[in-house]
């Protein structure tokens, strides 16, 4: 199935949510550091979510881990 995502094109918002969110921040911590809303953040890691075709922030950020589009350290 990662195949089907291994091209997926992420914006560099989205990525931004899905990297913060893989270092443990909420929706409310991630908009105070990127100086958007809390619904900003949900939308972001949503279409994040969609892009890859996963169902949970956390398969999205496992996906995106995965095929490299994020690090975590």
């Known amino acids: 199935m990662d195949n089907e995502f291994r091209n997926a094109v992420l914006t560099k918002r989205q990525l931004e949510c899905l990297t913060w969110s893989a270092a443990g921040k909420s929706s ?6 990127l100086d958007i809303t809390e619904r900003g953040v949900n939308w ?3 279409n994040a979510m969609k892009a890859l075709g ?3 922030r956390i398969q999205a950020v496992a996906r995106g881990v995965h095929l490299g589009l ?4």
């Open 28 to 33: 409310f911590e991630i908009g105070q550091i």
């Open 44 to 46: 972001h890691i949503n």
């Open 70 to 73: 994020i690090r975590v350290e």
């Open 54 to 56: 996963t169902v949970t």
